[in-house]
């Protein structure tokens, strides 16, 4: 159909050149068809014949941009469910080996997502709804410590899947203990034979869920293009006065060792 519409436009071109030729006396009126045709209405029809194309290709092209657009939207509400059930098969901390299989897998499934994405502000919204779950994720793999004030990571014991990974300090001891142990079962019709629990976390699903964590190579990250303040902290009043305080201390002030020091 395309090639048939390019065709009559490209017909349609060479008779309205022609026909206007023509009009001013540049080619004889033997040319357009030995006379049989009219330079006005050869012009009106190769006219008509040329817009009507053009608005055909036009409306193909937005018909074209909005079922684009549909189907963005569509896997763009298929990805935020996603990560809002990988954020939720996470966020109680637990180390099952099952769980963090599914959460793994639907992350990676959804990430696959982007690739047939198209329009722009529609990415846009799939990069936040990514750097969204990353935050909730980074919070929520991380642990209150007794010594250090900040969310600490995941201790290594964590992912052996054992219960008591808090308590335990030996990363030897942890592995002894989440192993299986041999046992023999008789094989009877009555009785399923029990089903071995495999503790320790897979390798992979831990790789993809922290290289998720990770900040991707090209993230435009947008913090350096803020402005510093200028002002005099003495003039703030309001809701952001403490934060400019707080801002004039710090970029007139350093500590080393201990001691408060004045920057040069």
Known sequence: MDKLVFLLITIAI????????NLFGVV?????????????PAIAISSGVLIASITYLRDKTTQ?????RKSDEIYLNLARDSFDEVYDLLKD???????????????????????????????????????RLRTELYRTLSVKSKEHSNPQPLPPQFFYGIENWESEPSLDQVAIK???????????????IPESNLRP???????AIYDFLEFPENYDDPLPRVEKWTDNWEDSHGID?????YVSHINEYFVADGKLHKRG
């Open 93 to 131: 901390k637990n180390n099952d080996r099952i769980i963090w299989v599914r959460a793994s897998r639907l992350l990676l499934q959804t990430l696959e997502l982007k690739k047939d994405i198209k329009t722009p502000d529609i990415l846009k919204a799939f990069a936040l709804a990514e750097e």
């Open 201 to 207: 976390l897979s390798q992979k699903t831990v790789i």
């Open 241 to 245: 006065q403490g934060a400019k305080r």
């Open 64 to 68: 074209a941009t909005e079922r684009q």
């Open 14 to 21: 060479a008779t309205l050149f022609v026909a206007i030729s």
């Open 28 to 40: 004889p009126e033997t040319v357009i068809a030995q006379g049989k045709m009219l330079t006005l």
């Open 178 to 192: 989440a192993s299986n142990k041999i046992k023999a079962h008789r094989v009877i019709r009555d009785k399923n």
